[in-house]
């Protein structure tokens, strides 16, 4: 058994958490796919920071409309009823906390709920801070969609990001490839465990004191001593 679920299985999971009424912003990569799993018969509304309310999912093919693109320049549809608006405008709502929801991409995710999602800090490494600032900030609820581990194979989920923050205290979800964490005041608590994995696996991938949230207990990653 896989123990990842695929972007397009992991976006569609993140959609069917989002309420029916919620104005929504879906932050740049992997979050704009969740707009193409949004359930047809309920009314979510997508903003998106260029200014935009009513964003439907991306063009089929041969159908885009160069003039209608979301903040990361991808193409986009209008739904029925959408309205535009200028870019200052567009932040204010997200700055006055009239957006319910925002689904963020993310280098790192503090136990404390911290956002690291526009730097590195390595040198040369270009910054993309866009309206990521605004958006943790502003939103009623911050979802985190990533990867669980990097490319080296260090977990994302840590006690304190080392990379410069985006937010302080910010994020109330994070949905991984392996499985989904709430950001609670004990730290991270596993929701739903992805394929073959356990919270005690996952505390071994991430090296961090998981707790449990179904039953309320807690799992730690096994030292070398206890190996």
Not at 118 to 138: F, K, N, Q, R, V
Not at 149 to 168: I, M
Request: aromatic share 6%.
């Amino acid at each position: 058994m896989s123990d990842r679920i695929s972007r397009q299985d992991l976006a569609a999971r993140i959609a069917a958490d989002i309420p029916e009424g919620s104005y929504v912003n879906l932050g740049i990569g992997a979050p704009t796919l969740v707009a193409n799993y949004l359930p047809a018969d309920l009314e979510i509304i997508l903003h998106t920071e260029n200014g935009m309310l009513g964003m439907g999912e991306a063009p089929e093919e041969g159908r885009v409309d160069p003039d209608l693109i979301n903040a990361g320049k991808q193409a986009i549809t209008a739904l029925p009823g959408a309205a535009y608006f200028h870019h200052a405008d567009s932040f204010a709502m997200m700055r006055g906390g009239h957006l319910d929801v925002c689904v963020l991409g993310a280098f790192q995710v503090a136990a404390n709920g911290d956002l690291a999602n526009w730097s590195t800090g390595a040198p040369g490494a270009i910054p993309a801070i866009g309206g990521a600032m605004d958006l943790a900030i502003g939103a009623k609820s911050v979802y985190v969609m990533t990867d669980l581990l990097t490319k080296q194979g260090e977990s994302k989920l840590v006690d304190a990001c080392s990379y410069p923050l985006t937010g302080v205290g910010c994020v109330s979800r994070v949905y991984t490839d392996h499985a989904i964490f709430d950001v609670t005041s004990d730290g991270f608590a596993v929701t739903e465990a992805f394929g073959a994995n356990t919270v005690a696996s996952l505390a071994e991938l991430t090296g961090l004191v998981l707790i449990d949230a179904t039953g309320g207990s807690t799992a730690a990653p096994t030292t070398a001593e206890e190996n």
